[in-house]
C-alpha cells in the first residue's frame, strides 16, 4: 500500500485520498444518521455500525474521508463519508463565578494546541493528565470575567489523590467544546480574550470570532 501511494502522480491524487479530523454535531435526518460540521455542511458516514454508537445532539472529533469528489466550483452541502474514528467531545458551560474549591483541588497544568472558534463555539485542544484511578477528581471552568466584554478565563483542577497512591498519570491529547450562547453579552465581531493557566503559568489569548 505505501509503495502504491508513493507512486502516485500529482495527477492522480484526488480529494478522496485526503484524511480530515473536525467537528461536527451528531443529529439524525429521519432514521439517518448525520453530523452538522462546524462549516456548516453535512456529512453522511456510511459506516452502518457507527448507528449505536453515536448519540444525537452530542459533539464530536471525527477522523474521515470522503466518498465523493466534491464536482464543480461551489462548495457541496452534504457528502458521504467514511469514518474511521471518532472521539466525543464534552461541552461545558461557561460559567459566571469561580466554584467553591475543595482544598484538594490544585490548579492542574496543560499546554494548549490550539484555541478556535466554530458551530457556535469556543473549542480547545490541549495536552493534559490522564488519570487511570477511578477516585480522581477532574474539573474545568471557563469563566466569563465581566459581562460587559469577551474576557473570559479556563481554569484546570485535579484532585491530588494519585500522590497517594503513586500513580503517574500519563499525558493525552482532549478536545472542549464551549457554548458561546453562554456568554453574557457575546458580540462575534469583538476579539475574546482568554487565560489560560499553562505549563508556564498564565497565558493570554486573543481571538478572533469567524461565525457569520
Same mark, same amino acid.
Given at each position: 500500500?505505501?509503495?502504491?501511494?508513493?507512486?502516485?502522480?500529482?495527477?492522480?491524487?484526488?480529494?478522496?485520498?485526503?484524511?480530515?479530523?473536525? %467537528? &461536527?454535531?451528531?443529529?439524525? +435526518?429521519?432514521?439517518?444518521?448525520?453530523?452538522?460540521?462546524? *462549516? $456548516?455542511?453535512? @456529512?453522511?458516514?456510511?459506516?452502518?455500525?457507527?448507528?449505536?454508537?453515536?448519540?444525537?445532539?452530542?459533539?464530536?472529533?471525527?477522523?474521515?474521508?470522503?466518498?465523493?469528489?466534491?464536482?464543480?466550483?461551489?462548495?457541496?452541502?452534504?457528502?458521504?463519508?467514511?469514518?474511521?474514528?471518532?472521539?466525543?467531545?464534552?461541552?461545558?458551560?461557561?460559567?459566571?463565578?469561580?466554584?467553591?474549591?475543595?482544598?484538594?483541588?490544585?490548579?492542574?497544568?496543560?499546554?494548549?494546541?490550539?484555541?478556535? %472558534? &466554530?458551530?457556535?463555539?469556543? +473549542?480547545?485542544?490541549?495536552?493534559?493528565?490522564?488519570?487511570? *484511578? $477511578?477516585?480522581? @477528581?477532574?474539573?474545568?471552568?471557563?469563566?466569563?470575567?465581566?459581562?460587559?466584554?469577551?474576557?473570559?478565563?479556563?481554569?484546570?483542577?485535579?484532585?491530588?489523590?494519585?500522590?497517594?497512591?503513586?500513580?503517574?498519570?500519563?499525558?493525552?491529547?482532549?478536545?472542549?467544546?464551549?457554548?458561546?450562547?453562554?456568554?453574557?453579552?457575546?458580540?462575534?465581531?469583538?476579539?475574546?480574550?482568554?487565560?489560560?493557566?499553562?505549563?508556564?503559568?498564565?497565558?493570554?489569548?486573543?481571538?478572533?470570532?469567524?461565525?457569520?
Amino acid at each position: 500500500m505505501l509503495l502504491a501511494i508513493s507512486a502516485c502522480t500529482d495527477a492522480m491524487y484526488t480529494e478522496l485520498d485526503i484524511y480530515y479530523l473536525d %467537528l &461536527g454535531m451528531a443529529a439524525r +435526518n429521519g432514521d439517518t444518521l448525520c453530523f452538522l460540521m462546524d *462549516d $456548516s455542511t453535512w @456529512l453522511y458516514p456510511e459506516n452502518s455500525n457507527l448507528d449505536n454508537e453515536i448519540v444525537s445532539g452530542k459533539r464530536y472529533n471525527i477522523h474521515y474521508r470522503l466518498l465523493e469528489h466534491n464536482s464543480g466550483q461551489k462548495k457541496k452541502e452534504r457528502y458521504k463519508a467514511e469514518v474511521l474514528d471518532l472521539r466525543e467531545v464534552p461541552i461545558l458551560p461557561i460559567e459566571y463565578k469561580v466554584k467553591d474549591v475543595n482544598s484538594l483541588l490544585a490548579l492542574q497544568h496543560i499546554r494548549v494546541d490550539r484555541i478556535w %472558534l &466554530g458551530g457556535g463555539f469556543l +473549542n480547545i485542544s490541549y495536552h493534559g493528565l490522564m488519570h487511570t *484511578d $477511578s477516585n480522581e @477528581l477532574q474539573r474545568i471552568q471557563l469563566i466569563t470575567q465581566s459581562a460587559s466584554s469577551n474576557d473570559i478565563q479556563l481554569r484546570f483542577y485535579h484532585f491530588k489523590s494519585n500522590q497517594q497512591n503513586n500513580e503517574k498519570p500519563q499525558r493525552s491529547d482532549f478536545f472542549l467544546s464551549f457554548p458561546l450562547k453562554d456568554m453574557l453579552d457575546y458580540k462575534p465581531q469583538k476579539t475574546i480574550k482568554l487565560s489560560v493557566y499553562e505549563t508556564g503559568g498564565w497565558t493570554t489569548y486573543y481571538i478572533t470570532s469567524q461565525i457569520r
